[in-house]
């Protein structure tokens, strides 16, 4: 390879943020107001009502499981203070043992201000 291929190399990706972890509801509910960073839900308990949510929404071809994860998002919106799923995508994931984490990564573009073609405002 020629040198000037490293020398005009494409710079290199930021890294990831650093996900703000939380096990207690207060931690949820301030790490909610931020919309910069994935949150990864520790403790198992608080991490149930994301999962059955999640759940119900992989059985969005059935109008009742529609129905219920309807119902569940709007319990979450209510308990939480925050429309968890108009700003947070939900996933899970599993590390050896069967432990299960939940993970809410935000909707929002954390380099919008690097994207100007996204943006609708030209």
């Known amino acids: 390879m020629l040198e000037s291929n490293y020398i005009n190399a494409a710079p290199h990706k930021p890294p990831p943020p650093v996900p703000v972890r939380v096990s207690l ?8 107001r931020q919309n910069a960073r994935p949150i ?17 929404r992989e059985l969005r071809v059935w109008a009742f499981g529609a129905l219920v994860a309807d119902t569940m998002s709007y319990a979450m919106r209510r308990s939480y203070g925050a429309d968890i799923e108009a700003h947070w995508y939900i996933g899970r994931y599993v590390l050896p043992g069967n432990v299960e984490k939940v ?18 405002y030209r």
């Open 40 to 56: 990864v839900i520790e403790d198992h308990e608080l991490a149930r009502p994301f999962a059955r949510l999640l759940r119900a």
């Open 25 to 32: 509801k207060s931690q949820l509910m301030a790490a909610l």
């Open 103 to 120: 993970i809410l990564k935000p909707k929002a573009l954390p380099y919008a201000s690097e994207a100007p073609a996204l943006s609708p």
